[in-house]
């Protein structure tokens, strides 16, 4: 499965941010603060590239803001225009479009189309060799950039390595496996006879006991919050029990891919950050295509380091 389709199917469940619901009306906090500064220092009209835009946080940011930019949302997942966004699009004059379908590496852009470009963790998951000579393409001359990376050592990464560490494969396997054997009994039976069908009631006990151990308090540590989320969306099972099996296995079959997205996204987050010699040869990659970089730093917020920035212009020519 390409990567970009784990990315459409988190963006369509409406999410604003790779946060998900931590961010539900764009970016806030640190991230939303160094949004702001930046802005500060652009031009007040032209066009704004938002490299990776997944499903146009930025956007809602700047309309907010009462600014005159055009905007371009660039991703190689299927976006849309989040909830926030499209309000303020009512009463504003922007010029917003999406590109979907295509990445940093090759954006079908004019040269020198472009008067400022941003990315708020986007500009890692291509690329970067080739996308830096392509920024470079796009940007007019002296235009700003401004993006945020991962970093290797981030509360970001960090989390993203705890998710991936309490998903237990085999017991997701387990519960589905115990869903699709009631599901396939209450063909076999009627509804109120599936208590007393051996197999059904055998595969209801399995997931009580998944249930206990993940949906009540922990007698000692931590809870697994991936696990208690996957529970969670398990036992909806039952509020579709009743419907046809069409729909049943539909659902069976959503939730493995939700988890399979789930697991694919971390794994990928986690493989794009960059320690320290990967920035610094990101870096060097700016300057020889000839751009600019004026701020190369970490971005702290109050739990500790969150990202890489890396900013500065293209070169007068």
């Known amino acids: ?14 999410h604003t941010t790779t946060f998900g619901d931590f961010f539900k009306e764009g970016y806030r906090g ?8 930046q802005q500060d220092q652009w031009p007040k ?14 956007l809602t940011g700047l309309l907010a803001s009462n600014s005159r930019l055009d905007y371009i949302g660039l991703d190689p997942a299927e976006i849309s225009v989040n909830e926030q966004a499209r309000k303020f699009l009512v009463n504003c004059r922007n010029e917003v479009s999406l590109v979907t379908g295509k990445g ?21 998951y291509s690329d970067t060799a080739v996308s830096v000579k392509e920024l470079a393409r796009v940007l007019k001359p002296r235009a700003p950039f401004a993006f945020l990376l991962h970093h290797s050592d981030s509360v970001v990464t960090r989390m993203s390595g705890r998710a991936l560490a309490e998903y237990k494969d085999e017991e997701v396997k387990m519960v589905l496996g115990a869903l699709s054997t009631i599901s396939e009994r209450a063909e076999h ?3 109120a006879e599936l208590k007393n069908d051996e197999k059904a009631e055998a595969a209801r006990m399995r997931l009580n006991d998944f249930a206990s151990r993940y949906l009540g308090q922990p007698t000692s540590g931590e809870p697994n919050v991936t696990m208690f989320e996957f529970m969670t969306s398990a036992l909806r099972f039952f509020q579709v029990v009743k419907q046809p099996l069409e729909e049943r296995l539909a659902f069976i079959s959503d939730l493995q891919m939700e988890y399979d997205h789930y697991c694919a996204r971390f794994q990928q987050m ?3 950050a960059r320690d320290e010699t990967s920035i610094q040869q990101l870096s060097e990659h700016f ?10 730093q970490v971005l702290m917020d109050e739990r500790g380091l969150l990202a890489w920035e890396i900013s500065g212009k293209k070169q007068a020519g």
């Open 1 to 14: 499965m390409k990567e970009q389709e784990h990315w459409t199917a988190f963006w369509k469940q409406g």
């Open 30 to 37: 640190a991230i939303g603060q160094w949004l702001v500064d």
């Open 45 to 58: 009209t032209g066009v704004l590239l938002d490299i990776g835009c997944g499903n146009c946080a930025l």
């Open 104 to 124: 940093a590496e090759e954006t079908g852009l004019g040269n020198e189309a472009v008067g400022i470009a941003v990315s708020v963790f986007g500009f890692e």
């Open 189 to 191: 039976v009627a509804l």
């Open 270 to 272: 986690i493989s794009v």
């Open 287 to 296: 300057v020889k295509a000839g751009l600019e970089v004026e701020v190369l």
